[in-house]
């Protein structure tokens, strides 16, 4: 694919027929915050983690630990996006 002054488009590729195709980016804000499991399954770092931990409780503290998961719908969204990545 040409633009106005026939240059190639950047980020485009020729697949068999001659035509082309935008390439499909990885979201690099996504690809630092998730990683995708083997079963498909998103994990994240949870929240209200980073600091002022003093007045938090422990129970809420422990409820922090460890990584999020995400399943379903949301986590098919989150892996279509880091796609070219994986």
């Known amino acids: 694919m040409l633009c106005l002054f026939n240059y190639p488009v950047r980020g485009s590729h020729t697949i068999l027929t001659g035509d082309t195709v935008p390439k499909q980016k990885t979201h690099k804000g996504m690809q630092k915050r998730f990683k995708i499991t083997a079963t498909g399954k998103a994990k994240h770092r ?37 796609r070219p990545g994986l």
Do not use: C, F, P, Y
């Open 46 to 82: 949870k929240a209200n983690r980073g600091h002022i931990m003093s007045k938090k409780s422990a129970d809420r503290k422990q409820a922090l630990r460890g990584d999020g998961v995400i399943t379903g719908t949301v986590a098919k969204k989150i892996a279509d996006a880091l």
